[in-house]
């Protein structure tokens, strides 16, 4: 199907991050180099618009892309060690799902129920998009800066509080901010049963010096939260921080600059 036919565009600026996201995975899954990765992301990008849609949302510095790609890596990794400490870990909530391909890479356990909380027209998208035979997360639409209303949402779908959760919020500590989200964190925590885990990506701060070194007057934010102190009073014991450090890509190499880390996966074991 084209874009032609499915008009996917209806949606707001910061709903599109969800696609910029999808097109990025389905680009590193068709680089000749990347091992296969998102085939979800592939069909859902050739449903939405393929070549056109790729062409719209890979316009700006590779280095996003770069860095989105290594923190999924990141938190596939850190999301498949908890899911193996356990039977009992059989539940995520993605907050803030956009269009993740988790569940068709088998990234968690087979039985495991996956929750996709998002904002309507996404979950709507997610379900037109899916490719039949792929599986899908239940769609639980919420806004996430009203925590208790996301939590009765989950419950009301099957979510149960008493069985260990990994909540996973990547993207999206941008848009809520440090405060929101540290709010949203402390709700989930509250609720969640022992041996949960939160698991945060965020943008560096640096980024955004770095979005100007490299010339990119587009770059969306001033500034950015910093999430170890966003964090500080959330009632968890610890906070490992998984960070990514992109190697420069072309353009971007500054001969007086080290590499530097610019996107965290913070793993937050409740
Ligand atoms: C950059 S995308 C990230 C999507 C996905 N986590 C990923 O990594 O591909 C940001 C997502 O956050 C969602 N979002 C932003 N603010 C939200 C809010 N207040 N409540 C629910 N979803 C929100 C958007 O709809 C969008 O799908």
Redesign the pocket.
Known sequence: MTSARMPVLDLDP??E??L???VWRAVETASPTAEPWDPFAQAVVAQAGGAALIARFTTGPDLYRRL?VAA?RVADGRLRAWGAEGEDRRQVV?L?????GRMAREVFSQGTSVFA???PR?LDLYRRLSPPGMACPVPVP????RPAEVLAALRAAGWRADRPTAFVA???ME??GGAAMARLLGECAGAAAPGSLLLVQSLDPALVDRARAIGDTAFPWRRLPDPLSAFAHLPVEDVQTLSVTPQPGVGEIEADREPEPLTHVLALPL
């Open positions: 910061i709903e991050t969800a910029l996201q999808v989105h999924v993605l803030a799902s956009g269009l993740d909380v998002d904002r996404i919420g806004n996430l800066v990547e993207g999206v848009f809520l």
